[in-house]
């Protein structure tokens, strides 16, 4: 059974930081891509950050040289470093995988808010 755990979601002030990680087991394939998106109320989800089997990298503009997506561990857990958090990115975020047949999972969603 295909799982992933999301875990660091929590309150933080403006300015401050979170560490989100995501956990992938039960993938038979092999992963090509991992990644995270965001949905805050009443807005679509979208792409935050993302970073591939080779290790490359893409960030939404709005969140780039302040998120850094980082791999580990066999490439089966990705983390999102969150620094200099503005209220607008307060959303539920949620990890995203994409195994080498193309299969598409997620997990269950991590809160994330920004709030002085």
């Known amino acids: 059974q295909v799982q992933l755990v999301e875990s660091g979601g929590g309150l933080v002030q403006p300015g401050g930081s979170l560490r989100l990680s995501c956990v992938a087991s039960g993938i038979s394939f092999g992963i090509n891509a991992m990644g995270w998106y965001r949905q805050a109320p009443g807005k679509q989800r979208e792409l935050v950050a993302r970073?591939?089997?080779?290790?490359?990298?893409y960030y939404e503009d709005s969140v780039k040289d302040r998120f850094t997506i980082s791999q580990h561990n066999a490439k089966n857990t990705v983390s999102l470093q969150m620094n200099s958090l503005k209220p607008e990115d307060t959303a539920l975020y949620y990890c995203?995988?994409?195994?080498?047949?193309?299969?598409?999972?997620w997990g269950q969603g991590t809160q994330v808010t920004v709030s002085s």
């Open positions: 995203n995988a994409v195994t080498l047949t193309d299969a598409i999972y």
């Open positions: 970073i591939t089997r080779g290790g490359t990298t």
